[in-house]
């Protein structure tokens, strides 16, 4: 099983909350905003709390 993460990045307000509780797939770009290092994963490990901390609730997640 994959599963897909997209994020809408107009949304995104760069607070860094995803980077902080999933280091292993978010990073803060140099526009301060977050990104995924890979919008493909075999396992959805911390992004699903990246997901759930997300104050503007950018970010999605789904099976594929």
């Keep these: 099983m ?3 993460i997209t994020q809408n990045r107009d949304e995104c307000i760069g ?3 995803c980077a902080a509780v999933c280091p292993d797939n978010w990073e ?3 526009d301060g905003l977050a990104t995924p290092l890979k919008e493909m994963v075999e396992e959805i490990g911390c992004n ?6 997300c104050p503007t609730d950018c970010i999605e997640i789904e099976e594929v």
Excluded at 48 to 53: G, L, N, Q, V
Aim: negative net charge; hydrophobic residues 35%; glycine residues 6%.
């Design 2 to 4: 994959a599963y897909k």
């Design 48 to 53: 699903e709390e990246a997901k759930d901390s």
């Design 28 to 30: 803060m770009a140099d």
């Design 15 to 17: 607070c860094g909350v």
